[in-house]
């Protein structure tokens, strides 16, 4: 079964800490995009990666293909950059749609 | 620009009750569309995907079913509720599978 896994679950850290949230996934990808969604509310695409490196503001986006891993990076992390951080896969073969990882739990205190 | 409304946000339903979600895109046409469930504690799961209208396809068998009747318009249904379909849904639209893609705001349904 292809699966996404997410690390970690749970992740608190301390205002202006930098952030590395990882995310694997089991066979070949079209595409892998990072989501945001915060409490009650919609969910929002930072990213969307098929190789490389992007980057938006603080945060950092890196996939390698070859390992099937990509990490989002949060520099000089902020209160309002606490949410769920959620990785999300297009699979190169299989059925339509995206595939999720269950996310991380984000909490930067102040 | 495009955009896409998902509505309502937050919904809480009697068990046996029928359900009505309803997705719509601007700015687009021909879009992929998609309807996602995140039950409690668990990831975001496809549910139903469609390529055109009236042509839906279905991930997981459940107590749901979708329609397209119109280009730009993903309906989520249910005829009677039950417990087990309390969650986040949440609808999604792509220009093709392997682009980005843009999600509604959700809609966090109750059973009660």
């Known amino acids: 079964k292809n699966e996404v896994e997410q690390s970690p679950q749970n992740l608190t850290a301390q205002e202006g800490e930098f952030i590395t949230i990882n995310c694997s996934y089991s066979v070949g990808i079209s595409a892998l995009h990072w989501l945001q969604q915060h409490p009650g509310g919609g969910i929002v695409s930072l990213f969307m990666l098929s190789s490389g490196k992007k980057k938006h503001g603080r945060l950092i986006a890196t996939i390698n293909i070859q390992e099937k891993h990509s990490s989002l990076h949060i520099t000089a992390s902020h209160p309002r950059d606490s949410a769920v951080y959620i990785c999300?896969?297009?699979?190169?073969?299989?059925?339509?749609?995206?595939?999720f990882g269950k996310g991380t739990h984000l909490i930067i205190q102040p | 620009s495009q955009t896409i409304h998902q509505w309502p946000a937050t919904l809480v339903q009697p068990v046996g009750s029928p359900l009505s979600l309803e997705c719509t895109v601007e700015g687009t046409s021909n879009p992929n569309l998609y309807w996602y469930r995140q039950a409690a504690g668990r990831g975001l799961q496809l549910l139903f995907y469609s390529v055109g209208i009236g042509q839906i396809s279905s991930e997981v068998p459940q107590n749901l079913s979708a329609s397209r009747p119109q280009d730009r318009q993903f309906i989520l249904s249910s005829k009677k509720l039950l417990l087990s379909d309390s969650g986040f849904y949440l609808c999604?639209?792509?220009?093709?599978?392997?682009?980005?893609?843009?999600f509604g705001q959700g809609t966090r349904l109750t059973v009660v």
């Open positions: 999300a896969v297009t699979w190169t073969r299989g059925a339509d749609g995206l595939t």
């Open positions: 999604a639209w792509s220009v093709q599978p392997n682009t980005e893609a843009f």
